[in-house]
């Protein structure tokens, strides 16, 4: 298999990982967060005091579309808006006590209920998974040591 047959093994497994996922956390009342806000919590868990922007540009979504979901957040006790203190045009980020354990318990849920699908696989093969998520990780990484 060459770079090309593996790039169209991506292409073809990524979306049904995706929408597994997706179902997954839909599944996951307690939590009840979408792809896209959970993704915007983990952003903020690792980049603090971020940008309306940068968050919009690390999920993928238009500014408003993004907008709107901070939004949603933030009315939910979530996320955290706070004027930079060194840029007071400026508006930041942050997860809010309630946003952390709300991303660790859909974090934890949508990770026990992939897990029990990946049981039903040899042991071996998760391991094989497991070391290929690795080298995933690392070539698609913006920051190769930072995890993901």
């Known amino acids: 298999m060459d770079a090309t047959d593996c790039a169209g093994q991506l292409l073809s497994t990524i979306p049904l990982v995706m929408r597994t996922i997706k179902i997954r956390m839909r599944g996951n009342r307690p939590a009840n967060l979408s792809v896209p806000q959970f993704r915007v919590l983990a952003y903020l868990r690792r980049h603090e005091g971020a940008s309306l922007s940068d968050a919009a540009e690390h999920v993928g979504l238009t500014l408003p579309t993004v907008s709107r979901l901070v939004d949603g957040l933030v009315k939910h006790g979530s996320v955290e808006r ?3 203190s060194e840029d007071r045009r400026r508006v930041t ?3 809010s006590k309630a946003g952390r354990s709300l991303l660790d318990n859909a974090s934890r849920e949508t990770r026990a209920r992939l897990a029990e699908m ?3 696989l040899p042991e071996e093969k998760q391991a094989e998974i497991a070391g290929a998520m690795e080298s995933l990780r690392q070539v698609f990484s ?4 930072s995890p993901g």
């Open 82 to 84: 706070e004027t930079s």
């Open 93 to 95: 980020l942050k997860l």
């Open 118 to 120: 990946l049981e039903t």
């Open 142 to 145: 913006p920051h190769p040591e």
